[in-house]
């Protein structure tokens, strides 16, 4: 089965330095959700859309955005980027439509690291 | 405030043992319950989820967690772990059919088989 796909898998910036991270959902899920993860952490929410408006906002920094495309695809722009930065983003997708509603698939996760 | 606690940060047993962690959740309205796992160096998979219905559910791979709405917990069982079961475990909440539906995490349990 399909699976949620992000890229890339890896990423290496320097301090200040701006960053684009990408999210494919499962076919046919509505709702894109953005975690990030630190070192030995757990997983926090940053934002999420669903039928490509926000749906709701975590902890995201002023310095991030992100938006969701009409074929759903969701992008997490990151500027100024700082060292605390450096961690595992994960996108999750679901179904809101569908019978599915309140089950999240991750994906395989961006690692960012800021140097 | 919404919160999950886990009772244990790394637990260390041998081939055959018996599992259970530990998942206390608080939550305003009602709420969906998840395990996921995370196989080192890899994303979340969700192992199995609460909705309603019969307190016991039963997940991939032999786990089972039972919801107790009067404890507000969740906890994760499996009666004989595998040296394939170590990994890290989080247990998430969620709102139930909520607009919103981010997951809150627990900080996470490390658990070690030794073979």
């Known amino acids: 089965a399909a699976g949620v796909i992000q890229s890339p898998r890896h990423l290496i910036k320097e301090k200040r330095e701006t960053a684009t991270l990408k999210c494919y959902p499962i076919?046919?899920?509505?709702?894109v959700y953005w975690y990030q993860q630190g070192p030995g952490q757990d997983p926090q929410f940053l934002i999420s859309?669903?039928?490509?408006?926000?749906?709701d906002k975590g902890s995201i920094p002023d310095r991030f955005s992100a938006q969701q495309f009409s074929d759903y695809h969701s992008e997490l722009n990151m500027s100024s980027l700082e060292l605390g930065d450096s961690a595992l983003y994960f996108c999750?997708?679901?179904?809101?439509?569908?019978?599915?509603?309140?089950?999240?698939?991750f994906g395989p996760g961006t690692r960012l690291t800021v140097l | 405030a919404q919160s999950v606690s886990q009772h244990n940060h790394h637990v260390i047993l041998s081939e055959a043992a018996s599992l259970e962690l530990g998942c206390n959740y608080s939550?305003?309205?009602?709420?969906?319950l998840f395990w996921y796992v995370q196989y080192p160096g890899q994303h979340l998979q969700l192992l199995l989820k609460?909705?309603?219905?019969?307190?016991l559910v039963k997940g991939i791979k032999g786990f089972e967690a039972e919801f107790i709405k009067s404890k507000f917990s969740f906890n994760l069982r499996k009666p004989s772990v595998q040296w394939s079961d170590t990994a890290e475990y989080f247990c998430?909440?969620?709102?139930?059919?909520?607009?919103?539906?981010?997951?809150?995490f627990g900080k996470g349990t490390k658990l070690s088989v030794k073979p």
């Open positions: 999750a997708s679901s179904h809101r439509s569908g019978g599915d509603t309140d089950t999240q698939y």
């Open positions: 076919p046919r899920h509505d709702t």
């Open positions: 859309f669903y039928e490509k408006m926000q749906s």
């Open positions: 939550y305003g309205g009602t709420v969906n």
């Open positions: 609460y909705f309603s219905g019969d307190p």
């Open positions: 998430a909440a969620g709102n139930y059919g909520g607009s919103q539906g981010n997951l809150i």
